[in-house]
């Protein structure tokens, strides 16, 4: 591996030659494969796999003996599981230890989907989840991503982190895996070495300065900021946390973690905690996390900066959502469980469901942000036909005996997923279907008699017309 001669000066210097050297040894292997299950929707027993291995500080996170064949697993598709790296799942050692109760969670930077989703099975009951992503096109494979996970209590954005500026102290937690020069991404993309530089290094620092503190006043007195990066340099990481600390009077706070986990510390001579997964040293790619605590508002004085004590006082009024045609009400909400407990929305031709204990806040979001998502997408009207949505197929609050299933086999769920027609039994009723893989539902089809429609999203489908001539799947 050809790396940058300012990037080995810099990184040899700050690890010593030994860890150096271990460090490039470990960028010369194959990367480790590592997956999260959905508890919700699989277990591990249900996995038939030699040679996988637990993430030691995710319950239910493994680490592979090979890459699989994912996009021909309709399991993945079904939001079983989620291919994510296995450093990254840390995040649960946090929120176990400092997030207990209810809470109202901001993952700034959350495109593709990896932490959103981990966030969403780590909060606690009656949580609620602002998943935010700033470029438009990742927003909605951020959007997918949630969708297939299932959880009913998501809002998904697409603004930049100045717009929640004027969110005063509304999120209990803020996640913020900040844009950053991507060196511990080395061994995973090619592109990472290429685009990375000194001045690179600049920019990211001082971008991620400015997030911070764009960010900082929609967090509330006494709340959790949660920092990562996927680098290793001080700048972006240590610095930035001094930085926090002596602008905004950011409290960090220490995580609790086994020696032989081999998680290293602080590499700046500094004495607040911080946590680094270096590949030499624990099996994963390069990440980097700190965690802070908002001071309260009575531990607020003069020593802090001027971004500090400019919290605002003012409370947004929640907008008034538009309400349901009756009739659709009625029929709509025999779908999905606790109905009651559910706000069912029209958008235009769509009707949805959130969480009635947030709808206030959701309106305060819309007032301020571009919501790409809200709660659970249940049907679409057309014309005088009510069509289930598939995100009601995905979601957890489904009622899934409202509707006949139909259980497909291999071959049948990966048509389904390339959205080609697939037949159903003989005895099917007519209308929509539920057709599922091993259990797990993949949609809805029409069938009409003759044929069943496959109402599979367009723009979700596997694209590729080839199968691998060996599978491997979980």
């Known amino acids: 591996m050809n790396l940058p001669i300012n990037f080995s000066t810099y990184t040899r210097t700050l690890l010593g030659k030994e860890d150096y050297d271990g460090l490039l040894e470990a960028l010369g292997q194959d990367s480790p494969v590592s997956v999260r299950l959905n508890a919700s929707k699989?277990?591990?027993?249900?996995?038939?796999?030699?040679?996988?291995?637990?993430?030691?500080w995710c319950a239910t996170g493994y680490y592979l003996p090979e890459r699989l064949t994912f996009t021909f697993d309709p399991l993945f598709h079904a939001g079983c599981y989620y291919v994510q790296e296995a450093s990254s799942m840390f995040?649960?050692?946090v929120m176990k230890q400092y997030v207990h109760a209810p809470s109202v969670m901001l993952d700034l930077c959350a495109a593709p989907g990896g932490k959103s989703t981990h966030a969403c099975s780590l909060l606690p009951s009656g949580s609620l989840l602002v998943a935010n992503e700033v470029i438009r096109s990742r927003?909605?494979?951020?959007a997918e991503n949630l969708t297939?996970?299932?959880?009913?209590?998501?809002?998904?954005?697409n603004n930049d982190p100045t717009d929640f500026s004027t969110l005063d102290s509304f999120f209990d937690v803020i996640l913020t895996d900040v844009p950053c020069s991507g060196e511990g991404m080395f061994r995973k993309d090619a592109g990472a070495i290429e685009e990375w530089s000194l001045d690179n290094v600049e920019i990211c620092w001082r971008r991620q300065r400015r997030i911070i503190a764009d960010i900082w006043p929609s967090l509330k007195p006494g709340g959790i900021l949660i920092y990562s990066t996927c680098t290793y340099n001080t700048k972006e990481d240590e610095e930035n946390i001094?930085?926090?600390?002596?602008?905004?009077?950011?409290i960090p706070l220490e995580v609790d973690v086994p020696e032989e986990w081999n998680i290293s510390g602080n590499l700046a001579n500094s004495d607040f905690p911080v946590y680094r997964f270096l590949p030499h040293k624990t099996l994963g790619e390069g990440f980097f996390l700190a965690v802070l605590r908002k001071p309260d508002l009575e531990d607020i004085d003069c020593r802090f900066g001027s971004a500090q004590r400019k919290i605002a006082e003012k409370k947004n009024k929640g907008s008034k959502l538009p309400s349901p045609n009756k009739e659709v009400l009625n029929l709509v909400k025999d779908w999905i469980v606790n109905s009651n407990d559910y706000q069912l929305m029209t958008n235009d031709r769509f009707v949805s469901a959130f969480p009635q204990s947030y709808f206030t806040e959701l309106g305060?979001?819309?007032q301020t942000l571009r919501i790409v998502q809200a709660g659970v997408a249940l049907a679409e009207m057309k014309g005088k036909d009510i069509i289930p949505n598939h995100a009601l197929a995905m979601s957890l609050i489904m009622r899934p005996e409202i509707f006949h299933t139909e259980e497909i086999s291999y071959e049948q769920a990966i048509a389904y997923l390339r959205k080609e027609a697939i037949t159903v039994s003989d005895t099917s009723p007519r209308g929509c279907?539920?057709?599922t893989y091993k259990g797990a539902p993949l949609g809805f089809v029409k069938n009409i008699g003759n044929r069943a429609n496959n109402l599979y999203p367009q723009e979700w489908r596997i694209r590729s017309g080839y199968l691998p001539q060996e599978v491997r799947t979980l």
């Open 364 to 366: 305060k979001l819309q």
């Open 139 to 142: 927003s909605q494979i951020l």
């Open 91 to 93: 995040l649960e050692k």
């Open 242 to 250: 001094a930085w926090i600390q002596q602008e905004f009077g950011g």
């Open 433 to 435: 279907l539920l057709v």
């Open 42 to 56: 699989r277990e591990l027993s249900s996995i038939a796999i030699e040679g996988i291995v637990p993430v030691p």
């Open 148 to 157: 297939k996970w299932g959880q009913p209590n998501v809002v998904v954005t």
